[in-house]
Structure formats: structure tokens, C-alpha cells
């Protein structure tokens, strides 16, 4: 992959950005049963925070994403950055539950318009033939930002430095950290090539290139439905999994997610070089292929090595599978349209997911506590889907990207 300077610094932005963006988002899975317990309720009830924050999200990819379709990339990318890291640690000062609630939801705003911003960035400033490794990069972002929470979590959770302990509210007071990446994006990074070259001409909006292209838009978000649900469904609540199902200690918990992310890192840089070879739909099928037989290790053994291995093939599998998405739904996607369609339909997808965490915990709270038993049906129910769905992708690999409207094929 040979790419030029200002290339790799703006793979490197976008990267950034959606890891800490992760970063911020999966503290709150560490944390539930700590913020339950302070406010004198259960897991269910907190967790509707995650639900929150993924059904918000396809706002502010509407809102960020137009915007950059008018006014650039990278000033909205710098925008958005900040907003979801002041709304992140602003958590931290919740003094009820209502109050926690409303805040997440408003970091799913924020949190929405990252991915669409970075990813049409970064896949309008390099060649097609590095494409399908990039988006492989940048999907990684998002398990690169759980391992760093996990790693997080592990060293700094419940120390205590003279009179000060790393509780739950100081955790989210970490979230000011990712604002530092916009002073690197101001300094280094330039606008994408694409917008500035096609900034001057009438281009449809969003609304008319839906109509235009109303199939493959509603293919999309369901496909992105059941991949929130693969993604989502078998992170989100492992850590409680881990915490409530086995009585592991936060160590052991840390670790265990570390060896998983190590493994969708390892997934998404793996199927995204692929599809460069045997395109988009067969490397995502592949993936999805492949955590079937990962369920059982992952969710029904008993020991922490085994648990770790069953967790390191599943991410493997998970995001690899969304490791091809970025460039997947770039190259779908519009040229007019590319800052807000690719991350609205990722949103919308996200939307339809989004009670999927509450949803989990409810039926493993109805048998017992039985965490595994949640998980494993999601997972398993999710992968054919995908298989199935992922059939009747069109495949646009490679196609040169502009900003220019082109048709794309109907489903």
C-alpha cells in the first residue's frame, strides 16, 4: 500500500478519531454494574444508555454529514470530535440516573457523525487500490478504542492516588482526551481532494439522491441492522458476561477484552486486505462463516483462557466482517452524498440495533442471570443473516470516487 504523506496522516486522523471515539463509548460497558449500584437500580436500566447512544447516532450523521457535504471534511470532523468529547466526560458530573440517561444520548449525537466524516475523508484522499486495506484501518479504530478502555480499566480502575480512587465518574472524565486529535487535524491534515475539486458545482441533495437511489439505501440499513446487531451484540454486555456470569475480577475482565480486541484488530485488517482479492460480499461472508463455530468456546466454557480464545476467534470474525464496511459502503455510496449517506444508513442500521443491549440483558435476567445464553443466540441468529443478506450486495469495487452524482446499481 503506497500512500503519500498527507495520505497517512489523514488515515491516521480518521483512525484516531473513531478509536477514541470507541474509546469513549465502551468505558460505559465496563462500568454498568458500578453505576447501577450508585444509583440504586439494576443493569437493565442502565443499559438503556447504550441503547440511547445507538439510537441517536443516525441524527448526528445527518446533521454532521450534510454539513460536511457543504462545508468540508475536515472542519466538520474537527467539530464533531470535540463536541463528543466535552459531552463524554460531562458524565461524569450526573447526579441521577434521568441526568446520565439524557447525556449519553446526546454523546450518541456526537458519536453518530464520526465515522461517516472520517471515513469519506480518508476513502476520497487515497487510491482505489489501497481502499480495502484502509477500510480495514479504519474499522479497526473501533476495536483499537474497546482494548484501549480495557486497558484503561484494568490499570486505573479502583486505584487510589492519596485521597483520589479512579471510580466510575472518573473514568468518564478520560473522555476530554480524544480533543486533542484536532489540533493534530488542523496542523496536518488537508481537505479531501474529492470535495475540493467538485466544490463548485450543483450537486442533488440528500433527500433527492434517496429518492434516486431508495433500493439500494433500504438495502443498506438493514444490512447495517444486523451488523450493529453482530457488533454491538457480542461486545456490549461480555464485560458484564464476564463480571456477573463467572465473578471475575476487573483484572481478569480487562485482560479477557484485551485478547478480544487484540482478535477484531487482527479480523479487520485481515478481511479488508481481502476483499482487495476476492471482493466485499464473499470476505464479509467469509467472516461471518467463521463465528459459528466460535460460539460455544465464547460464550459456554468456564475458564478464562478458554474464554479469551473463544473471544479472540469471534472478533476475528465480528470485525472482520465490519472491517470491509468503510470502503463497502463508500463505494455505494453517491458521490454528492458521500459525507452523510454512508454514515446516516451506518446510523439508521445502528437505530433499528439499538435496544438490542437492554434487550440481551432482559432474557438473560429471565433465565437466571444467564448472560452466555444472550449472547451466543444473538451471535448465531446474526451471522446467517448477514450471510444471507450480504448475498444480494452489488459489488462496486474499486470504482474511481468523486463527488460527482453516478448511479449506482439497484439491488
Given at each position: 500500500?503506497?500512500?503519500?504523506?498527507?495520505?497517512?496522516?489523514?488515515?491516521?486522523?480518521?483512525?484516531?478519531?473513531?478509536?477514541?471515539?470507541?474509546?469513549?463509548?465502551?468505558l460505559?460497558?465496563?462500568?454498568?454494574?458500578?453505576?447501577?449500584?450508585?444509583?440504586?437500580?439494576?443493569?437493565?436500566?442502565?443499559?438503556?444508555?447504550?441503547?440511547?447512544?445507538?439510537?441517536?447516532?443516525?441524527?448526528?450523521?445527518?446533521?454532521?454529514?450534510?454539513?460536511?457535504?457543504?462545508?468540508?471534511?475536515?472542519?466538520?470532523?474537527?467539530?464533531?470530535?470535540?463536541?463528543?468529547?466535552?459531552?463524554?466526560?460531562?458524565?461524569?458530573?450526573?447526579?441521577?440516573?434521568?441526568?446520565?440517561?439524557?447525556?449519553?444520548?446526546?454523546?450518541g449525537?456526537?458519536?453518530?457523525?464520526?465515522?461517516?466524516?472520517?471515513?469519506?475523508?480518508?476513502?476520497?484522499?487515497?487510491?482505489?487500490?489501497?481502499?480495502?486495506?484502509?477500510?480495514?484501518?479504519?474499522?479497526?479504530?473501533y476495536?483499537?478504542?474497546?482494548?484501549?478502555?480495557?486497558?484503561v480499566?484494568?490499570?486505573?480502575?479502583?486505584?487510589?492516588?492519596?485521597?483520589f480512587?479512579?471510580?466510575?465518574?472518573?473514568?468518564?472524565?478520560?473522555s476530554?482526551?480524544?480533543?486533542?486529535?484536532?489540533?493534530f487535524?488542523?496542523?496536518?491534515?488537508?481537505?479531501?481532494?474529492?470535495?475540493?475539486?467538485?466544490?463548485?458545482?450543483?450537486?442533488?441533495?440528500?433527500?433527492?439522491?434517496?429518492?434516486?437511489?431508495?433500493?439500494?439505501?433500504?438495502?443498506?440499513?438493514?444490512?447495517?441492522?444486523?451488523?450493529?446487531?453482530?457488533?454491538?451484540?457480542?461486545?456490549?454486555?461480555?464485560?458484564?458476561?464476564?463480571?456477573?456470569?463467572h465473578g471475575?475480577?476487573?483484572?481478569?475482565?480487562?485482560?479477557?477484552?484485551?485478547?478480544?480486541?487484540?482478535?477484531?484488530?487482527?479480523?479487520?485488517?485481515?478481511?479488508?486486505?481481502?476483499?482487495?482479492?476476492?471482493?466485499?460480499?464473499?470476505?464479509?461472508?467469509?467472516?461471518?462463516v467463521?463465528?459459528?463455530?466460535a460460539?460455544?468456546?465464547?460464550?459456554?466454557?468456564?475458564?478464562?483462557?478458554?474464554l479469551?480464545?473463544?473471544?479472540?476467534?469471534?472478533?476475528?470474525?465480528?470485525?472482520?466482517?465490519?472491517?470491509?464496511?468503510?470502503?463497502?459502503?463508500?463505494?455505494?455510496?453517491?458521490?454528492?452524498?458521500?459525507?452523510?449517506l454512508?454514515?446516516?444508513?451506518?446510523?439508521?442500521?445502528?437505530?433499528?440495533?439499538?435496544?438490542?443491549?437492554?434487550?440481551?440483558?432482559?432474557?438473560?435476567?429471565?433465565?437466571?442471570?444467564?448472560?452466555?445464553?444472550?449472547?451466543a443466540?444473538?451471535?448465531?441468529?446474526?451471522?446467517?443473516?448477514?450471510?444471507v443478506?450480504?448475498?444480494?450486495?452489488?459489488?462496486?469495487?474499486?470504482?474511481?470516487?468523486?463527488?460527482?452524482?453516478?448511479?449506482?446499481?439497484?439491488?
Open positions: 500500500m503506497s500512500l503519500t504523506s498527507e495520505q497517512k496522516k489523514t488515515v491516521v486522523a480518521s483512525f484516531l478519531g473513531w478509536t477514541l471515539d470507541a474509546f469513549d463509548f465502551f460505559l460497558t465496563f462500568l454498568l454494574t458500578d453505576i447501577a449500584a450508585e444509583f440504586h437500580t439494576d443493569v437493565p436500566a442502565v443499559s438503556k444508555a447504550l441503547f440511547l447512544t445507538l439510537a441517536t447516532r443516525f441524527i448526528g450523521a445527518f446533521l454532521f454529514g450534510m454539513l460536511a457535504d457543504r462545508h468540508g471534511r475536515k472542519p466538520l470532523l474537527m467539530l464533531n470530535i470535540v463536541s463528543y468529547s466535552v459531552i463524554g466526560a460531562l458524565a461524569a458530573f450526573s447526579p441521577n440516573l434521568g441526568i446520565f440517561l439524557a447525556l449519553r444520548a446526546l454523546f449525537i456526537a458519536m453518530g457523525g464520526e465515522w461517516g466524516l472520517g471515513s469519506s475523508l480518508a476513502m476520497e484522499s487515497i487510491p482505489p487500490s489501497a481502499r480495502g486495506m484502509v477500510s480495514g484501518i479504519l474499522q479497526c479504530g476495536p483499537a478504542g474497546y482494548l484501549l478502555a480495557a486497558v480499566y484494568g490499570l486505573l480502575y479502583g486505584q487510589t492516588i492519596g485521597d480512587t479512579f471510580g466510575w465518574r472518573a473514568m468518564f472524565l478520560l476530554f482526551v480524544p480533543a486533542l486529535i484536532v489540533l487535524i488542523r496542523s496536518h491534515v488537508p481537505e479531501s481532494p474529492a470535495f475540493v475539486s467538485g466544490r463548485a458545482q450543483a450537486r442533488p441533495g440528500l433527500l433527492v439522491t434517496l429518492q434516486k437511489h431508495w433500493g439500494i439505501a433500504l438495502y443498506a440499513v438493514v444490512l447495517m441492522m444486523f451488523f450493529n446487531f453482530f457488533s454491538h451484540g457480542t461486545q456490549d454486555l461480555y464485560p458484564t458476561f464476564l463480571k456477573k456470569q471475575f475480577d476487573p483484572h481478569t475482565v480487562s485482560w479477557i477484552t484485551i485478547v478480544a480486541n487484540i482478535g477484531a484488530i487482527v479480523g479487520g485488517l485481515a478481511f479488508g486486505a481481502l476483499s482487495e482479492k476476492i471482493g466485499r460480499v464473499n470476505a464479509i461472508t467469509l467472516a461471518c467463521i463465528a459459528l463455530p460460539i460455544p468456546l465464547w460464550a459456554y466454557t468456564t475458564t478464562p483462557f478458554m479469551a480464545l473463544g473471544a479472540f476467534i469471534m472478533q476475528v470474525a465480528v470485525q472482520g466482517a465490519w472491517g470491509v464496511i468503510p470502503v463497502h459502503l463508500n463505494e455505494l455510496s453517491p458521490g454528492s452524498v458521500r459525507a452523510t454512508p454514515g446516516f444508513i451506518y446510523q439508521a442500521g445502528n437505530l433499528a440495533a439499538s435496544y438490542g443491549g437492554p434487550y440481551q440483558a432482559g432474557i438473560a435476567e429471565a433465565r437466571g442471570g444467564s448472560y452466555g445464553y444472550a449472547l443466540l444473538f451471535a448465531g441468529v446474526v451471522a446467517v443473516c448477514i450471510i443478506v450480504i448475498r444480494f450486495s452489488p459489488e462496486k469495487r474499486g470504482e474511481v470516487m468523486t463527488v460527482i452524482d453516478r448511479e449506482v446499481s439497484p439491488v
